[in-house]
C-alpha cells in the first residue's frame, strides 16, 4: 500500500494520550499514523508499576499496560512511525488548513493533527541519576509513592510542586528529608507551613545534591551546603525530584497559544488556538499529570478531531 497523500489526522506522541487518541482514530476509520520518536509510553516507561491506573488492584506493570494500548491501536490498523518529529507547520491560507509534519523519512501531510507530545522533568544532572531512574530515582510521587512504603526517602526542590510531593509521600514513606538549595521556597507559604507542621519531613536547606548512590537501586545522596561547602550523606531507598518540567514542543513551528510555561492551552475540547489543531496529555496547560488523565484527554481529542472532519 502507498503512502498517503494527505493523512485525516497525525498524532505527535505516543504516550497514553497519543494512544488513546489513535484508538480512537482507528475506530472512527480515519486515515491516521502516529510518530514517537522513542517508545511507546513516553514518559510512563521510567515507572516500573502503575498503581493507580483504573480496574487493575493492586496496580499494573507500565510494560504490560502499554503493550495492551499498543495492540488496540496496532489491530485497527493505525500505522506507529518510530521516527521523530523535526517540524510542523501550517498552510493558513486555504479554507481549511492543511498541516505538514516533517520527519526523519520525509514529509507527511494532514487535515487535522493532535499534538500529544508529552513533556519532560527537569533532571538535576548528577552522577547517579540517569542510573537509577526506575530503581529508585522518580520524578512522579503519586506514580510510585506506593513503592516506598516504610521507607526512608528524599525530595529535592523548592517549588509547589516539590512541597505538595513531600506532603503526599508521607502518607507512604517512614521520613522524607526535603532538600533545598535554598533557605527559602518559591512554594505557597501556606505549603510550606503544613509541610513544617508534619512530623515525618525534616529540611535540609542551603543544600544541593550532589550525586545519587546506589549499585542496583538508590541507596542514598551526596549532599553539599551551600553556605560552607560542608559534604553529607543521606541514606534513603528513593529520590524525588522535582525541579521543574517543560513539554516536548520544540518541533511545533505553527504559532499555537500557550501558557507562561510554554505548554499549550486548550479548550475542553482539546482544540488549541489553530483551527484542526488539537493537545492532550503532558504538554497541555493543565494541572494533573497522570496516565488516567492523559487518556482521558486524549480520547476527547480523537473524538474532537473527527467531528472537526465531518463538519469541514
Not at 57 to 74: H, R
Not at 86 to 106: I, L, M, N, R
Not at 167 to 195: D, M, N, P, W
Not at 294 to 311: D, M, P, R, W
Request: glycine share 12%; aromatic share 8%.
Amino acid at each position: 500500500m502507498g503512502e498517503i497523500s494527505v493523512y485525516d489526522l497525525l498524532i505527535i506522541g505516543a504516550g497514553p494520550a497519543g494512544l488513546t487518541a489513535g484508538l480512537y482514530a482507528g475506530r472512527y476509520r480515519l486515515n491516521c499514523a502516529i510518530f514517537e520518536a522513542l517508545l511507546p509510553g513516553g514518559q510512563i516507561l521510567l515507572s516500573p508499576t502503575i498503581e493507580n491506573y483504573p480496574g487493575f488492584p493492586g496496580g499494573i506493570s507500565t510494560d504490560e499496560l502499554v503493550a495492551n494500548m499498543k495492540k488496540q491501536v496496532d489491530d485497527l490498523g493505525v500505522e506507529i512511525k518510530q521516527e521523530a518529529v523535526s517540524a510542523v507547520t501550517a498552510d493558513v491560507f486555504q479554507a481549511h488548513p492543511v498541516y505538514s509534519v516533517k520527519s526523519e523519512s520525509g514529509e507527511f501531510k494532514a487535515r487535522t493533527l493532535i499534538i500529544a507530545s508529552g513533556a519532560h522533568w527537569k533532571k538535576l544532572g548528577v552522577p547517579g541519576e540517569e542510573k537509577l531512574i526506575g530503581r529508585g530515582v522518580s520524578y512522579c510521587g503519586t506514580c510510585d509513592a506506593p513503592l516506598f512504603r516504610d521507607k526512608e526517602i528524599v525530595v529535592v526542590g523548592g517549588g509547589d510542586k516539590a512541597i505538595e510531593e513531600a506532603i503526599y509521600l508521607t502518607k507512604y514513606a517512614s521520613k522524607v528529608t526535603l532538600v533545598h538549595r535554598r533557605q527559602g521556597f518559591r512554594a505557597a507559604q501556606i505549603l510550606v507551613e503544613k509541610a513544617r507542621e508534619n512530623p515525618k519531613i525534616n529540611f535540609v536547606l542551603d543544600s544541593r545534591v550532589e550525586s545519587i548512590f546506589g549499585e542496583s537501586k538508590v541507596s542514598g545522596v551526596v549532599i553539599k551546603n551551600t553556605a560552607g561547602g560542608a559534604v553529607s550523606n543521606i541514606d534513603c531507598a528513593g529520590v524525588f525530584i522535582f525541579v521543574g518540567v517543560s513539554p516536548n514542543t520544540d518541533f511545533i513551528h505553527a504559532e499555537l497559544a500557550r501558557d507562561s510555561g510554554g505548554f499549550i492551552e486548550t479548550d475542553n475540547a482539546m482544540a488549541t488556538s489553530l483551527q484542526g489543531v488539537f493537545a492532550c496529555g503532558d504538554c497541555r496547560s493543565k494541572t494533573l499529570y497522570q496516565v488516567i488523565s492523559a487518556c482521558g484527554e486524549g480520547a476527547v481529542a480523537g473524538n474532537s478531531a473527527h467531528t472537526y472532519l465531518i463538519s469541514t
